[in-house]
């Protein structure tokens, strides 16, 4: 196992570096221009693994998946790398390093598994494209809207293949109960009902805690990223998700938690992944308040049929937060309604009510209303391997093919847009007022207030590369 210590400046300088390199010709690598360096189609696939953090454990899910083989991983916080290898390589000797540039470059690598935190994914993304790596990122994809579409803008010019770790999208059933809906079987969808999750939190400074072991001021000034520098803190290191700076509420029933995911289910079965709605409306007062009621009547008996799709999930969903009700409106006149508690209903997904009925889908689980309308046999019901498995091997055989992933980069893009316009609403708080949303040019045509939220400054070190 390769160990290697590299200090901020020189952090830093090879960030530069990187960039600057990608524009001279004379030092590409040959794997930056694609072509014969790319792996056949029965070639093994060789990934880095980038940040060594809970999602990374994903690579578990994908053990069945047989064409490809982790051969590095990286963490700015090194002891998380050598405890993440011990774990998972089973005796293989992985490359191990702090800094995620220079394990592409010493690496043999055909991609990398972007699996950091939320605020340091685009980033990291952008500069490991630039180097000439295909990338499964994990979802949400982008803190802002803006540094989403600069991810996108990305991938097309340096032409490599994405998958964004919405992996409902991968799963059969989930893309045959879509397709129903995208196809007709409810007539004209009317509203779609998907829940009101937690948004996230303002941080509050507290009194500097003592770093793990491990820790230093370089490797904080690493973690932090683009957001505002802190002095440490445990809530701010682990609990990262709950908070503005690094996420949009990004735990269990938190928007850019489980909403990316909701939201990406409701754009699959619309047919609206290349674009969004046309109006935002905030329906109620920004509040802390609790999830649901959580009574065990409400945990039974699903709202379309008698199966409830989301009861696996409801104890999970079980929190406090910043919550207000959000309804949208899409060119086609329908409406998105973001009302459901946690205690009930869809947690992963949405209700569909069309002229002809109701389909539910959730995550692995559909119900419909009436119940003829999801009993065909060709129906392929619940998936029978680990639920990431599908997504990862599609991203592994689109490496090989070039084809576009199932949950494409502009997919990413459009899913995680809905997260952060209730986000955005919530913030404006303008109640019972419509706000236009152009999803063509994502700003919106009658509030600059809100224009001012697609983005944020960035702090000096972590501005986002310029793509020529």
Known sequence: MKQTRIDRRNFLKTSATAAAAISLPGIIPSRVLGGSGRPGANEMVNVGVIGCGGRARLI??????????????????????????????????????????????????????????????????????????????????????????????????????????????????????????????????????????????????????????GGSDD??????????????????????DRWWD????????????????????????????????????????????????????????????????????????????????VTMKFADGTKLKLHLDGDRGPGLGAIFAGEKGKIEINRNKIAGNPKGLVQSPDNPGPIKRPETAYHVENWLDCIKSRKPCTADIEIGQRSSTLCYLVNIARDVGRVGEVLKWDPEAERFTNCEEANKLLDRPRRKGYELPEIA
């Open 246 to 325: 690094y996420d949009g509420g990004g735990r269990c029933f938190g928007v850019t938690g489980w909403g990316t995911h909701s939201y990406d289910q409701i754009n699959r079965a619309l047919g609206t992944d290349d674009t969004g709605p046309v109006e935002v409306v905030l329906e109620e007062p920004l509040k802390v308040m609790e999830t649901g009621k959580f009574a065990p009547e409400l945990r039974s008996g699903g709202l379309v049929g008698d199966d409830d799709t989301g009861s696996v999930y409801h104890h999970m969903a079980k929190l406090t937060g910043p919550r207000a009700k």
């Open 219 to 240: 490797w904080w000034d690493v973690w932090t990223n683009q957001a505002v520098y802190r002095p440490y803190h445990v809530k701010i290191h682990r609990g990262w």
């Open 60 to 213: 578990r899910e994908g053990a069945d998946v047989k064409a490809f083989r982790v051969v590095a991983a990286c963490d700015c916080m090194f002891p998380r790398a050598e405890a993440y290898a011990k774990e998972l390589s089973g005796g293989a000797k992985w490359g191990l390093y702090r800094d995620f540039r220079e394990m592409i470059d010493k690496e043999k690598l055909d991609g990398v598994m972007v699996e950091t935190t939320t605020h340091a994914r685009a980033w990291i993304t952008i500069l490991a494209m630039q180097a000439g790596m295909d990338v499964y990122i994990e979802k949400p994809m982008c803190l802002t809207i803006a540094e989403g579409r600069a991810m996108v803008c990305a991938a097309r010019k340096y032409g490599r293949v994405t998958q964004v770790g919405t992996q409902q999208r991968s799963m059969p059933i989930n893309n045959w109960a879509s397709d129903l809906v995208k196809n007709g079987a409810l007539g004209k969808i009317q509203t779609v009902i998907a829940p009101n999750f937690v948004g996230p939190e303002k941080w509050s400074d507290l009194p500097a805690e003592k770093m793990p072991d």
